[in-house]
């Protein structure tokens, strides 16, 4: 199973960095690229143990569905989002925040099956995994700048 881990370093506090990391809204703002957008459950606000959001995105053309449900929470320092029905066979989604001496170590950890196994493991190998660490770069970055500005929520 595909592996992905990310790390970035955000001057901001991890209880920032927890609490946007789980608002519809930055999520929104930060996928904007691929037209993502909230169809079902939290539509708004920060999400909590247990509640569902339902993205509608388009990816390589195609119009996905991805319901993820918040399946372990620890503020401030950690989070899990899972796939509840969508496009992969499993999507399992954790986010640490670390204290740093300059504010906050995020790491992502995901874990991914696509949904054809043997042909899946071909598609992964050389498309989705390279295309889903693009998009959680450009996720994080976005989350570095909103974070880093003096004015961004929750400063």
Excluded: K
């Excluded at 247990?50 to 195609?62: L, N, S």
């Amino acid at each position: 199973m595909p592996l992905i881990v990310l790390t970035n370093r955000i001057p901001a506090s991890p209880a920032r960095c927890f609490e946007m990391s789980l608002s519809v809204e930055a999520h929104t703002a930060s996928m904007r690229h691929s037209g993502e957008r909230v169809v079902d459950g939290v539509t708004s606000g920060v999400l909590g143990l247990g509640e569902t959001v339902t993205w509608h995105a388009r990816h390589f053309g195609i119009p996905f569905r991805m319901t993820s449900r918040i399946t372990e929470l620890e503020p401030p320092t950690r989070f899990v989002d899972e796939q509840v029905s969508g496009p992969f066979r499993r999507w399992w989604h954790e986010h640490r925040f670390e204290p740093v001496a300059d504010g906050t170590l995020m790491t992502d950890v995901v874990e991914f099956e696509s949904p054809a196994r043997a042909i899946g493991r071909i598609v992964n190998r050389v498309v989705l995994t390279r295309y889903l660490t693009m998009l959680l770069r450009q996720r994080n970055d976005w989350l570095v700048e909103a974070l880093s500005s003096p004015s961004s929520p929750g400063s």
